[in-house]
């Protein structure tokens, strides 16, 4: 019973590499979001895929990309990593239904660490 | 614009103590609401949710929380916390397309 896998679980990267952030959820979900939680700021929506076939940004869209792989499958990239970007990162997941009456599910995070 | 607040950064009880967490939502329509925990290193788990009905609505590990439409508010309640509460404790409120906007948080320490 995995729910929201994400990996890796911990990452050091110099400025400037790339990184992918795995995510698979195994509940059958048609939704799947990126946030990232930073001390005092709660959680921040980076992406979120409404369906498989869909991607949208969230509210802190800047320096990241996402793939919804397949329905199972949301990735998110770092492309040009900056030190603003250490933070946690979490993916989740909300069922089949009416979206608004759906909680987030949610993966036990990215701990990123930028140098 | 839609938000939700958590006015209290931090808040130490004593075991066995009641406790309650503030929330205030900002919202035109009636709101989506979740309250959510966090145990260090872990994700975000469901508490309870409200979408109508009742106002005040049961969730897990005892925890209810109560909808108040003339205050805005959806505070989070226990009657006698447990040192095992200690954790970081998320309001959020269902956006629009299918996003949940959080609040900033509120962490929960326990006081032997």
């Known amino acids: 019973n995995a729910g929201v896998t994400q990996t890796p679980k911990f990452q050091v990267l110099k400025t400037g590499q790339s990184m992918t952030l795995q995510c698979a959820q195994d509940m059958n979900h048609n939704s799947m979001y990126w946030y990232r939680q930073d001390p005092g700021m709660g959680l921040r929506l980076i992406y979120y895929s409404a369906s498989e076939g869909t991607t949208d940004k969230g509210e802190v869209p800047n320096g990241y990309n996402v793939s919804r792989l397949n329905k199972r499958e949301f990735s998110l990239r770092l492309e040009s990593a900056a030190p603003s970007q250490t933070s946690v990162y979490f993916c989740?997941?909300?069922?089949?239904?009416?979206?608004?009456?759906?909680?987030?599910?949610f993966g036990d995070g990215t701990r990123l660490s930028i140098l | 614009a839609q938000s939700v607040t958590q006015p209290d950064i931090h808040i130490t009880v004593s075991e066995g103590a009641s406790l309650e967490l503030r929330c205030n939502y900002s919202y035109g329509a009636t709101p989506y609401l979740f309250w959510y925990v966090q145990s260090p290193g872990q994700g975000l788990q469901l508490l309870l949710k409200y979408f109508s009905g009742d106002t005040l609505v049961q969730g897990i590990k005892g925890f209810e929380a109560e909808f108040k439409r003339s205050q805005s508010s959806f505070n989070l309640r226990k009657p006698s916390v447990h040192w095992s509460d200690a954790a970081e404790y998320f309001c959020a409120a269902y956006s629009s397309a299918s996003k949940i906007i959080f609040g900033s948080g509120t962490r929960l320490s326990i006081r032997p």
């Open positions: 989740a997941s909300s069922g089949t239904g009416k979206v608004s009456n759906q909680p987030q599910h």
